[in-house]
């Protein structure tokens, strides 16, 4: 039964990786099509002067720093209130919001867009993807933070009024610091589910605000491109080592 | 407490105004008319409601609800005996479970993409099978229900395994002995204690993986290759290609319906699990 197991698991880690680990290895490959001609950094030099490519991802930078700043400092409060005093219906729109199909909130969002420019001169752009990114990342900042909060210590922040600071000294000197590490890990997970975003970014951004993620999804509909294989290997480690880091900080006292 | 106010307000904001507000407005679209170029115009109207029971759209939700739960299926299969692994595991648990966790925290799109690179007439899969002699035309792999479900599978798995694995490791293995030492075998043992007893843990998993599969629209989209179709690419269309807004808002206020009320199983499950 154990060794049935270990097999079992050891067949589903495979199915899980193999795909990213043989798309990682094609990156080096010197052929175009799918067979091994010999290794080659061409594809990632080609990704490197990309012009495109570098403006999307720049793109996708700014949105999800911006997006990811907002966030999680007002994703940090709301959570921090939260765990002070339960607010259901606020938890609930939370949850709400983390359950609706990502294509419902980007078809919603362009109503609201597209209604709420009958009123200004306003177009689709990178502010309208930030908003759309701040609105569904909230909720992993919420969730991580009251994780956190659950195991925290209330007589550390009584203490600290007993020594006489008001409410906003004690939140500023005392639970800031001792939330920092579940802070950060939020922000880091924001950053990993604003960057990779597709479906909700393409139905709000505009013709100026091209991401990273729109250029992969078009260059994949193409066929396959050795290039895409490079750019996937490099987001895929690079998002990877951001998660493995928030998993860490989350853990750590 | 003033503070505390201050401190939801932000978030309430947001909440409010690009959550609850662009939701009210899909409401109001759907219950207007279309105009000859698009656009959304009076008069007031249940009509796209009416629409959305032709056979035609109807099948699509058959088709989505049909292929969400043969995915949720599938993944109950692979997901339990690895949660079981991983929770009888005596080391490692953590770092077993994150590595289930990884690839989901990853790009979506990338994992799509690279599925997509194994299967196509062209990928890894055919040319290998090609080379080897095996076929002589490429195998259809890609752009079918298959492949959909494939996908999902792969999506979706880590929602399976996180809450099989909480209920499985809180599981008291003094149990196990006690069905061993009363003649069990370990596939009865399986049958009779584990999985009766890991019930919440498999409902909570069901509905966590059936709802995003529901509610898919990237996968079907780039594994189906446009020919299969489920709820979430009919919203897409209506709202892109057949500029159809009310329509398409319909379709996306009955979507999110279905997936509140498959939610509301969970959380009464959720009560019975904590």
């Known amino acids: 039964m154990r060794r049935f197991l270990a097999l079992y698991a050891g067949a589903a880690y495979l199915f899980l990786y193999l795909p990213l680990v043989v798309l990682g290895v094609f990156s080096f490959n010197s052929s175009k099509i799918a067979t091994w001609r010999g290794f080659t950094f061409d594809w990632y030099r080609s990704v490197f002067h990309n012009a495109a490519l570098f403006e999307g991802t720049m793109n996708s930078l700014i949105i999800a720093l911006v997006a990811t700043a907002v966030s999680t400092v007002i994703g940090t409060l709301a959570g ?11 938890t609930n729109a939370l949850y709400m919001s983390l359950l609706a199909p990502e294509i419902i909130i980007g078809v919603s969002l362009l109503a609201l867009f597209q209604w709420a420019f009958r009123f200004g001169h306003l177009r689709l752009g990178l502010h309208t993807v930030i908003l759309a990114h701040i609105s569904f990342s909230l909720v992993y900042v919420v969730i991580v933070i009251l994780a956190r909060l ?15 600071a008001n409410r906003w000294q004690v939140f500023r000197h005392v639970t800031i610091p001792l939330l920092m590490p579940a802070i950060l890990a939020a922000g880091l997970l924001c950053f990993t ?19 990273l993620p729109m250029m992969i999804y078009a260059m994949a509909r193409k066929g396959i491109s050795p290039e895409v294989n490079a750019l996937s290997a490099m ?9 493995l880091l928030a998993s860490r900080l989350e853990r750590s006292r | 407490m003033r503070l505390r106010s201050i401190f939801l307000a932000p978030t309430a904001l947001v909440m409010v105004l690009l959550f609850f507000v662009p ?31 032709d056979p035609l759209y109807l099948a699509i939700l058959w088709r989505s609800v049909w292929l969400a739960a043969v995915s949720t299926a599938l993944c109950l299969f692979m997901g339990f005996p690895l949660a079981l692994y991983i929770a009888r595991s005596a080391r490692h648990k953590t770092l077993l479970l994150n590595l289930v966790m990884l690839p989901f925290w990853t790009s979506s799109l990338i994992r799509t993409y690279a599925w997509m690179f194994l299967l196509r007439d062209t990928g890894l ?15 259809p792999l890609l752009f079918n229900d298959g492949a959909v479900v494939l996908g999902l599978v792969y999506g979706f798995l880590p929602f399976m395994v996180l809450p099989l694995y909480a209920t499985l490791e809180k599981l008291d293995p003094a149990l196990l002995d006690a069905a061993f030492d009363l003649g069990a075998t370990p596939w009865v043992a399986l049958r009779r204690v584990v999985v009766p007893l890991s019930k919440p843990g498999i409902a909570a998993g069901c509905v966590l993986v059936f709802i995003p599969c529901l509610g898919a629209y990237l996968t079907p989209d780039l594994m189906g290759g446009g020919k299969t179709v489920m709820l979430g690419n009919l919203v897409q269309s209506q709202f892109t290609t057949a500029r159809d807004w009310p329509f398409g808002a319909a379709i996306s206020l009955l979507l999110m319906l279905l997936v509140l009320l ?3 199983a969970l959380a009464k499950q959720g009560e019975k699990l904590l």
């Open chain 1, 235 to 243: 987001i895929t480690v690079g998002l990877g080592v951001l998660v």
């Open chain 1, 150 to 164: 659950r195991t925290f210590d209330p007589a550390l922040e009584e203490a600290a009024s007993d020594l006489g």
């Open chain 1, 80 to 90: 921090y209130a939260l765990w002070k005093k339960r607010a259901p219906w606020l």
């Open chain 2, 262 to 264: 498959v939610a509301r």
């Open chain 2, 23 to 53: 939701l009210l407005i899909a409401l109001a679209y759907s219950l207007l008319t279309r105009g000859p170029y698009g656009g959304v115009f009076p008069p007031w109207t249940i009509e796209n409601y009416q629409r959305a029971l």
């Open chain 1, 193 to 211: 589910v604003s960057f990779d975003d597709y479906v909700i970014t393409s139905l709000v951004a505009g013709v100026d605000s091209e991401t």
């Open chain 2, 125 to 139: 899969v055919n040319t290998l099978l090609e080379g080897l002699h095996i076929v002589r035309a490429p195998l």
